[in-house]
């Protein structure tokens, strides 16, 4: 379990990808996912899994944290293990599976790791501006949003403290084997949820006496510029995409 309170969180220090303009950000994850959709060349995706890798080490973040976000979903990618084994996938595009969850994973832990939560706001309702055919309230939408992908870490971090408590009272989580494993997390489910969704609802309550308005357009003091590692970053997507592109055949 990852007891670190950064776990899928804003993890605030200075390095060049938290300086990032938070729409170029989420610009280049929308390009990211054209290739983790539809791309199942091997090649292409070790190359995506080594930049990345490179993003998380600029990011000046701690690679545990990384490394500890595949190691809390560690269950999870036995699942897929069992999964792709029925489909009767090759070896070869089972390993592309993995490293798609994996990069997938991992773009987004960086993401969250190097933005704030006023940023993410921001990025999104920006982003989302030019598709606003239908004149949806932006704003609410993206605190939604950030509340939906806050969810699943913070489940996690409250896990923890439920299992550490639980084994205190004789559940113990961490010294059992896995089927005892399964049995306390499955007792203990209710009440993480329960915790999980009072400490959003706290979250959520911290951000309106930061004086965000769901109701209309937010404003920053300060948001980072576009920087030509703005535009490096997004050109190095855009090759990701042609790569994809000239995979299929398009051109």
């Known amino acids: 379990m990852q007891s670190n309170k950064y776990f899928g969180s804003y993890y605030p220090i200075e ?67 069992f999964f792709l084994a029925s489909k009767g996938l090759t070896q070869e595009e089972a390993l592309v599976t993995l490293l798609k969850v994996t990069s997938i994973i991992e773009y987004l832990a960086l993401i969250f790791y190097t933005t704030s939560p006023s940023e993410l706001k921001y990025g999104i309702e920006k982003t989302l501006n030019p598709f606003n055919v239908f004149n949806i309230n932006l704003s609410k939408l993206s605190n939604k949003i950030i509340t939906g992908i806050r969810f699943f870490p913070l489940l996690i971090t409250t896990e923890y403290g439920v299992l550490k408590n639980a084994s205190e009272r004789g559940l113990d989580y961490f010294h059992s084997d896995i089927l005892a494993r399964i049995n306390v997390l499955a007792s203990s489910f209710k009440n993480t949820l329960r915790l999980t969704i009072e400490k959003l609802k706290k979250e959520n309550f911290a951000s309106e006496l930061k004086m965000y308005q769901i109701s209309k357009f937010r404003t920053n003091l300060r948001t980072n510029k576009i920087g030509y590692i703005d535009l490096l970053i997004t050109i190095i997507h855009i090759i990701f995409v042609a790569s994809y592109v000239i995979e299929v055949g398009i051109i």
């Open 15 to 81: 390095s060049s990808i938290h300086k990032l303009n938070p729409i170029m950000k989420f610009i280049c994850l929308f390009l990211f996912l054209v290739p983790m959709i539809g791309s199942m060349s091997l090649k292409l995706h070790v190359v995506i899994m080594f930049f990345i890798t490179m993003l998380m080490y600029t990011s000046n973040v701690p690679l545990k944290f990384y490394f500890n976000m595949i190691y809390g979903l560690r269950y999870i990618y036995i699942i897929i293990l």
